[in-house]
């Protein structure tokens, strides 16, 4: 199994950027999916987490309003679009899955996760 992440990179204040996270031997149609992200000198944080079913089961509150999750099967990738980016956004972003559905309580957490995406770093200048 392996999770691509792309679709980072610098960006101004205010600006968008689309992430992507492509699977090969797992399908998002099955199980739940988290991006973190890690910035410098922070523990990694789930951002947002959905399950194959539906939307979005966590939004963390800095993101809210900002960031959505999209899926497109028929590509097995799956998107975090991003919208009025902040320097605190600033990070590596990671995708990672697992092929159980999740509960928000436990959606955030790193160990509950089976395969990771190598990650993609966002840069917000000011």
């Known amino acids: 199994v392996q999770l691509q992440a792309s679709g980072g990179g610098l960006v101004q204040t205010g600006g968008s950027l689309r992430l992507s996270c492509a699977a090969s031997?797992?399908?998002?149609?099955?199980?739940?999916i988290t991006w973190f992200r890690q910035a410098p000198g922070k523990e990694r944080e789930a951002v947002l987490c959905?399950?194959?079913?539906?939307?979005?089961?966590y939004v963390a509150k800095s993101v809210k309003g900002r960031f959505t999750i999209s899926r497109d099967n028929a590509k097995n990738t799956v998107y975090l679009q991003m919208i009025s980016l902040k320097p605190e956004d600033t990070a590596v972003y990671y995708c990672?899955?697992?092929?159980?559905?999740?509960?928000?309580?436990?959606?955030?957490?790193?160990?509950?996760?089976?395969?990771w995406g190598q990650g993609t770093q966002v840069t917000v200048s000011s």
């Open positions: 990672a899955a697992t092929g159980r559905n999740l509960i928000s309580s436990s959606c955030h957490i790193t160990t509950n996760f089976d395969y």
């Open positions: 959905a399950r194959s079913s539906g939307g979005p089961t």
């Open positions: 031997g797992f399908t998002f149609s099955y199980g739940s």
